[in-house]
C-alpha cells in the first residue's frame, strides 16, 4: 500500500474514531439521569463500540497485524448488536392497548441475536484454531452482508412503523443508519461477488461513518427519551418481510455465485457475472409479479395478524380509487377495480339497473370480456342478492350448493371465465346493481371477514354510482328545463306574430282592394317570416340574435312601435325629451318594448291614456312605459312579476315579461315597477348609453 493510500486511510478512519469520541462526550453532557435509561445506555456503548472499533481498523490496516485484525472484526460485530439492541427497543414498545402486539415480530429478533452470535463464534473460531484465516475471512464476508441486511431491515421498519407525530425525531438516525448499513451492502456484497473487499470502498469506509455523525447527534438532540409512538401495520410487515425476503435470497444467490466461480475454472468468473444478472432478473420479475405480492399479502394476514385486513388501508384506497374519476363512464370501472383489488382479484365487471328499466346490464367492466347477459329483476340471482345481500361464492355454491337455499344461476353466467364472487350493490333495501369479479391471483379463504368487507365496500361504491346517475339525470332535467324555457319564449313570439297577421287578416277583407294596404301587408308577411326563420335557428341551435351589442337610436324604435299600434287602432303618446343612443340589439330592443306598450294596452280600454316617455337620468336612458288602466297589487309585483308562467291575463304565459327583464339584466340596466289597482302601472326602463367619442383627447386638452 503506498503513501497516500495510507495517508487516506488515517484520514478516514481517524476521522471516524474522533467523530465517535465527540458523539460520546456530547452524550454525557446530557447529565446522569439522561444516561440511566436503557435506551441513552445502548446510545453510549454503542458510540464507544464505533470508536474503539475506527481505531482498531485504523491500527489493523496500518500494521497488518493479526490481533487489531480480529479486535476491529469482533469490534464491528458488537457495534452492530449494540444498534440492533437499540432498534429492537424502540420498535418493542407497546401501545396504548395492553393487548396489542408488539410493533417488532419475535423471528426478526431471533435473526438479528443469531447474526451477533454467530459473528461472535467466528472470531472465538479462530482465536481457538478451528477456523483457518482463509475460511475466517470468507465467512466474514458472508456475516458483514447478512448483518448489513438485517440492520437495513429494522432501520426500514422503524422510519414505517413511527407515527406521523415522531417521525420528524428519528428521521436523522434512520437517515445516518441507512447510509451506514447501505454502504456496508455494497462493499460486502462486492466482496461476495468478486471474492475480495474492494480496496477503495474499505478505505472510505471511515469517512462514511465521520459524515453520519452529525445527523446522530442531531436525531438525539430531538429524542433525548427515545420514547416514539409505534403501531405495526400490515403494509409495514409486507415491506418487512418482502425486504427480508429479497436479502435472503441474495446471500443465496451470492454463495451460489461464489462457489460456481470457484469450480468454475477459467469460466468462473464470466459464469458468476452472468448468474448474479440472471439473479437480479429474476428478483425484478417476482418483485413486479401481481401473484407474488398477493401471495405475501395473504402469507403476513393470515400469520402474523389477528385480522386479514388494515382497514384504514383498504377504505382509504377505495375511497381513493372512487373518487379519482367524475365521469360516469369511467366511475363502473372504478368501482370494480376497488373491489377487486381487496381480494387480488386481476378482473371484473359490473351489472347496473338502467333508469326505466327491470333489468341489470353490464355497464362497466375491467379486465374482463363484454358479456351480454341481462338479469331480470325477478330472477332467483336477483332476489337472493336483495333478500340475503350476501356476498356469493360461486367455489363454494359448486361444492356446496345447500348453504345458498333458493338460488338458481343464469345460463350466461357459466359463461363467464373464471367468474368467483358476485358482490350486490346495496342502497338501503334496493339493490343497485351487483359485481362480478374473477379468480384471485393467490387462493383466499373467503371468510366473514371478507364478505363483511366486501359487503360495506358495496353500499358505498352503491352510494356512489347513484349519486352518480342521479346528478347525471340532473343535468338532463337542466337541459330539457332549458330547451323548454326557450321554447316558451318562442311560443310567446309566435303568439306575437299570429296576433299581429289575424289582424291583417281582418282588415283585408276591406282593405284588400287598397294598393297601399296590399303593399303593406306584404312587408308585413316577410318581416312575420323573417322573425319565425329567425327564432326557429335559435330553437334548433341555441344561437343569439346576430351581431353583437352596438348604438340604438330609441327614439326610431319608438316611433315605429308608435306606428304599428296606430295602425291595429290604438294611440300610444310619446315625449322624446332628447335623443339617446342606448347599448344593445335594434330587434330585441324592440321587441322588449313593444312588448311593454302592448301589455299596457292590454291593461287599459280606448278610453284610458297609454304613453312612453324618454330621457336621460345621468349617464343611463330612461324609458317609461306608463298607462291608466286596472294596474297591479304590490303582492303580485312582489312575488309573481318578471317570473314565467305568471300574467294577469287569462290568456297570458307571462313569458314576455319574463324575457323582457332577463335581457335588460344581460344589457346592464334595470326595470323599476309602480303600479297600483284601479290607477295604472309605470314601468321605467333605465338602459346604459352608447357613447359615441367626436373629438380626441388630444383635443380636449388643448382646449383646455
Same mark, same amino acid.
Given at each position: 500500500?503506498?503513501?497516500?493510500?495510507?495517508?487516506?486511510?488515517?484520514?478516514?478512519?481517524?476521522?471516524?474514531?474522533?467523530?465517535?469520541?465527540?458523539?460520546?462526550?456530547?452524550?454525557?453532557?446530557?447529565g446522569? /439521569?439522561?444516561?440511566?435509561?436503557?435506551?441513552?445506555?445502548?446510545?453510549?456503548v454503542a458510540?464507544?463500540?464505533?470508536?474503539l472499533?475506527?481505531?482498531?481498523?485504523?491500527?489493523?490496516?496500518?500494521?497488518?497485524?493479526?490481533?487489531?485484525?480480529?479486535?476491529?472484526?469482533?469490534?464491528?460485530?458488537?457495534?452492530?448488536?449494540v444498534?440492533?439492541?437499540?432498534?429492537?427497543?424502540?420498535?418493542?414498545?407497546?401501545?396504548?392497548?395492553?393487548?396489542?402486539?408488539?410493533a417488532?415480530?419475535?423471528?426478526?429478533?431471533?435473526?438479528?441475536?443469531? &447474526?451477533?452470535?454467530?459473528?461472535?463464534?467466528?472470531?472465538?473460531?479462530?482465536?481457538g484454531?478451528?477456523?483457518?484465516?482463509?475460511?475466517?475471512?470468507r465467512?466474514?464476508?458472508?456475516?458483514?452482508?447478512?448483518?448489513?441486511?438485517? +440492520?437495513?431491515?429494522?432501520?426500514?421498519?422503524?422510519?414505517?412503523?413511527?407515527?406521523? *407525530?415522531?417521525?420528524?425525531?428519528?428521521?436523522?438516525?434512520?437517515?445516518?443508519?441507512?447510509?451506514?448499513?447501505?454502504?456496508?451492502?455494497?462493499?460486502f456484497?462486492?466482496?461476495?461477488?468478486?471474492?475480495?473487499?474492494?480496496?477503495?470502498?474499505?478505505?472510505?469506509?471511515?469517512?462514511?461513518h465521520?459524515?453520519?455523525?452529525?445527523?446522530?447527534?442531531?436525531?438525539? @438532540?430531538r429524542s433525548r427519551?427515545?420514547?416514539?409512538?409505534?403501531?405495526?401495520s400490515?403494509?409495514?410487515?409486507?415491506?418487512?418481510?418482502?425486504?427480508?425476503?429479497?436479502?435472503?435470497?441474495?446471500?443465496?444467490?451470492?454463495g451460489?455465485?461464489?462457489?460456481?466461480?470457484?469450480?468454475?475454472?477459467?469460466?468462473?468468473?464470466?459464469?458468476?457475472?452472468? %448468474?448474479? !444478472?440472471?439473479?437480479?432478473?429474476?428478483?425484478?420479475?417476482?418483485l413486479?409479479?401481481?401473484?407474488?405480492?398477493?401471495?405475501?399479502?395473504?402469507?403476513?394476514?393470515?400469520?402474523?395478524?389477528?385480522?386479514?385486513? *388494515?382497514?384504514? /388501508?383498504?377504505?382509504?384506497r377505495?375511497?381513493q380509487?372512487?373518487?379519482?374519476?367524475?365521469?360516469p363512464?369511467?366511475?363502473?370501472?372504478?368501482?370494480?377495480?376497488g373491489?377487486?383489488?381487496?381480494?387480488?382479484?386481476?378482473?371484473? #365487471?359490473?351489472? &347496473?339497473?338502467e333508469?326505466?328499466?327491470?333489468?341489470?346490464?353490464?355497464?362497466?367492466?375491467?379486465?374482463?370480456?363484454?358479456?351480454?347477459?341481462?338479469?331480470?329483476? /325477478?330472477s332467483?340471482l336477483?332476489?337472493?342478492?336483495?333478500?340475503? +345481500?350476501?356476498?356469493?361464492?360461486?367455489? @363454494?355454491?359448486?361444492?356446496?350448493?345447500?348453504?345458498?337455499?333458493?338460488?338458481?344461476?343464469?345460463?350466461?353466467?357459466?359463461?363467464?371465465?373464471n367468474?368467483?364472487?358476485?358482490?350486490?350493490?346495496?342502497?338501503?333495501?334496493?339493490?343497485?346493481?351487483?359485481?362480478?369479479?374473477?379468480?384471485?391471483?393467490?387462493?383466499?379463504?373467503?371468510?366473514?371477514?371478507?364478505?363483511?368487507?366486501?359487503?360495506?365496500?358495496?353500499?358505498?361504491?352503491?352510494?356512489?354510482?347513484?349519486?352518480m346517475?342521479a346528478? @347525471?339525470?340532473?343535468l338532463?332535467?337542466?337541459?330539457?328545463? #332549458?330547451?323548454?324555457?326557450?321554447?316558451a319564449?318562442?311560443?310567446h313570439?309566435?303568439?306575437?306574430?299570429?296576433?299581429?297577421?289575424?289582424?291583417?287578416?281582418?282588415?283585408?277583407?276591406?282593405?284588400?282592394?287598397?294598393?297601399?294596404?296590399?303593399q303593406?301587408? %306584404?312587408m308585413?308577411?316577410?318581416?312575420?317570416v323573417?322573425?319565425?326563420?329567425?327564432?326557429m335557428?335559435?330553437l334548433?341551435?341555441?344561437?343569439?340574435?346576430?351581431?353583437?351589442?352596438?348604438?340604438v337610436?330609441?327614439s326610431?324604435?319608438?316611433?315605429?312601435i308608435?306606428?304599428?299600434k $296606430?295602425?291595429q287602432?290604438?294611440?300610444? $303618446?310619446v315625449?322624446?325629451s332628447e335623443t339617446?343612443?342606448?347599448?344593445?340589439?335594434?330587434?330585441?330592443?324592440?321587441?322588449?318594448?313593444?312588448h311593454?306598450?302592448?301589455?299596457?294596452?292590454?291593461?287599459?280600454?280606448?278610453?284610458?291614456?297609454?304613453?312612453?316617455?324618454?330621457e336621460?337620468?345621468?349617464?343611463?336612458?330612461?324609458?317609461?312605459?306608463? *298607462?291608466?288602466?286596472?294596474?297591479?297589487?304590490?303582492?303580485?309585483?312582489?312575488?309573481?312579476?318578471?317570473?314565467?308562467?305568471?300574467?294577469?291575463?287569462?290568456?297570458?304565459?307571462?313569458?314576455?315579461?319574463?324575457?323582457?327583464?332577463?335581457?335588460i339584466? /344581460?344589457? +346592464?340596466?334595470?326595470m323599476?315597477?309602480?303600479?297600483?289597482?284601479?290607477?295604472?302601472?309605470?314601468?321605467?326602463? %333605465?338602459?346604459p348609453? !352608447?357613447?359615441?367619442?367626436?373629438?380626441?383627447d388630444?383635443?380636449?386638452? $388643448?382646449?383646455?
Amino acid at each position: 500500500m503506498d503513501v497516500s493510500d495510507t495517508s487516506l486511510i488515517s484520514w478516514s478512519f481517524g476521522l471516524a474514531a474522533l467523530g465517535y469520541m465527540a458523539l460520546t462526550v456530547y452524550l454525557f453532557s446530557f447529565g446522569k /439521569e439522561w444516561r440511566d435509561s436503557a435506551r441513552a445506555k445502548r446510545v453510549v456503548v454503542a458510540s464507544i463500540i464505533s470508536a474503539l472499533w475506527a481505531a482498531c481498523t485504523l491500527l489493523a490496516m496500518h500494521g497488518g497485524k493479526p490481533l487489531p485484525t480480529i479486535a476491529s472484526a469482533f469490534l464491528d460485530v458488537c457495534r452492530y448488536g449494540v444498534w440492533y439492541a437499540f432498534l429492537l427497543s424502540i420498535l418493542s414498545q407497546q401501545q396504548a392497548d395492553p393487548h396489542a402486539k408488539p410493533a417488532v415480530s419475535p423471528w426478526l429478533q431471533q435473526l438479528c441475536w443469531l &447474526l451477533v452470535a454467530t459473528g461472535l463464534g467466528l472470531q472465538f473460531g479462530l482465536l481457538g484454531g478451528w477456523i483457518k484465516p482463509d475460511e475466517w475471512q470468507r465467512a466474514m464476508v458472508f456475516q458483514g452482508l447478512a448483518e448489513a441486511v438485517a +440492520g437495513l431491515i429494522l432501520v426500514e421498519q422503524l422510519f414505517r412503523t413511527v407515527a406521523e *407525530d415522531s417521525r420528524w425525531n428519528v428521521k436523522p438516525l434512520c437517515l445516518a443508519l441507512l447510509f451506514q448499513f447501505g454502504f456496508d451492502i455494497y462493499l460486502f456484497s462486492d466482496g461476495v461477488m468478486f471474492n475480495h473487499l474492494d480496496g477503495d470502498a474499505i478505505t472510505v469506509r471511515g469517512f462514511v461513518h465521520a459524515t453520519t455523525i452529525p445527523l446522530l447527534m442531531l436525531s438525539t @438532540e430531538r429524542s433525548r427519551d427515545w420514547t416514539s409512538k409505534i403501531r405495526i401495520s400490515q403494509k409495514v410487515a409486507f415491506h418487512s418481510f418482502t425486504l427480508l425476503a429479497s436479502g435472503i435470497y441474495l446471500l443465496f444467490m451470492a454463495g451460489v455465485g461464489y462457489y460456481v466461480r470457484y469450480f468454475g475454472g477459467e469460466w468462473g468468473r464470466a459464469l458468476q457475472l452472468a %448468474l448474479v !444478472f440472471a439473479a437480479m432478473l429474476g428478483l425484478g420479475v417476482l418483485l413486479v409479479s401481481g401473484s407474488i405480492r398477493a401471495k405475501i399479502k395473504v402469507l403476513v394476514g393470515k400469520h402474523f395478524f389477528h385480522y386479514r385486513y *388494515d382497514y384504514r /388501508e383498504e377504505w382509504l384506497r377505495f375511497t381513493q380509487t372512487l373518487t379519482t374519476q367524475d365521469s360516469p363512464q369511467l366511475m363502473g370501472e372504478q368501482v370494480v377495480r376497488g373491489l377487486a383489488n381487496m381480494v387480488e382479484s386481476p378482473a371484473g #365487471a359490473l351489472w &347496473l339497473r338502467e333508469a326505466g328499466r327491470d333489468a341489470y346490464r353490464q355497464t362497466a367492466r375491467w379486465n374482463h370480456p363484454e358479456s351480454a347477459g341481462i338479469e331480470s329483476l /325477478e330472477s332467483p340471482l336477483c332476489k337472493f342478492l336483495m333478500d340475503s +345481500g350476501w356476498v356469493i361464492n360461486l367455489e @363454494e355454491y359448486r361444492c356446496f350448493p345447500g348453504r345458498y337455499s333458493g338460488l338458481d344461476l343464469p345460463e350466461w353466467l357459466s359463461g363467464l371465465p373464471n367468474a368467483w364472487l358476485i358482490v350486490p350493490l346495496m342502497v338501503g333495501q334496493e339493490m343497485h346493481g351487483f359485481v362480478i369479479l374473477a379468480s384471485s391471483r393467490t387462493p383466499i379463504n373467503v371468510n366473514w371477514e371478507v364478505n363483511d368487507l366486501l359487503r360495506t365496500a358495496g353500499c358505498q361504491a352503491a352510494s356512489f354510482l347513484a349519486k352518480m346517475q342521479a346528478t @347525471e339525470a340532473l343535468l338532463e332535467v337542466r337541459k330539457f328545463d #332549458a330547451f323548454n324555457k326557450m321554447s316558451a319564449f318562442v311560443v310567446h313570439d309566435l303568439k306575437n306574430i299570429v296576433t299581429q297577421l289575424s289582424l291583417m287578416l281582418k282588415n283585408a277583407e276591406r282593405h284588400r282592394d287598397n294598393p297601399e294596404f296590399q303593399q303593406d301587408m %306584404l312587408m308585413t308577411v316577410d318581416h312575420a317570416v323573417e322573425r319565425m326563420r329567425q327564432l326557429m335557428l335559435q330553437l334548433r341551435e341555441g344561437a343569439k340574435p346576430p351581431g353583437g351589442i352596438c348604438g340604438v337610436n330609441l327614439s326610431e324604435i319608438v316611433h315605429r312601435i308608435q306606428k304599428d299600434k $296606430e295602425k291595429q287602432g290604438r294611440t300610444i $303618446e310619446v315625449a322624446i325629451s332628447e335623443t339617446l343612443v342606448a347599448r344593445g340589439h335594434d330587434e330585441r330592443l324592440e321587441r322588449v318594448l313593444g312588448h311593454l306598450v302592448q301589455n299596457a294596452l292590454d291593461a287599459s280600454t280606448p278610453k284610458n291614456r297609454v304613453w312612453v316617455e324618454i330621457e336621460r337620468k345621468n349617464d343611463k336612458a330612461a324609458i317609461e312605459v306608463g *298607462d291608466t288602466g286596472h294596474g297591479m297589487s304590490p303582492e303580485f309585483v312582489r312575488d309573481r312579476l318578471f317570473k314565467p308562467f305568471q300574467s294577469t291575463k287569462e290568456a297570458g304565459m307571462g313569458i314576455g315579461a319574463y324575457e323582457s327583464a332577463q335581457y335588460i339584466r /344581460e344589457l +346592464g340596466g334595470e326595470m323599476q315597477v309602480d303600479s297600483k289597482p284601479g290607477q295604472g302601472t309605470r314601468i321605467t326602463v %333605465l338602459l346604459p348609453l !352608447f357613447v359615441i367619442r367626436t373629438e380626441s383627447d388630444l383635443i380636449e386638452r $388643448e382646449a383646455a
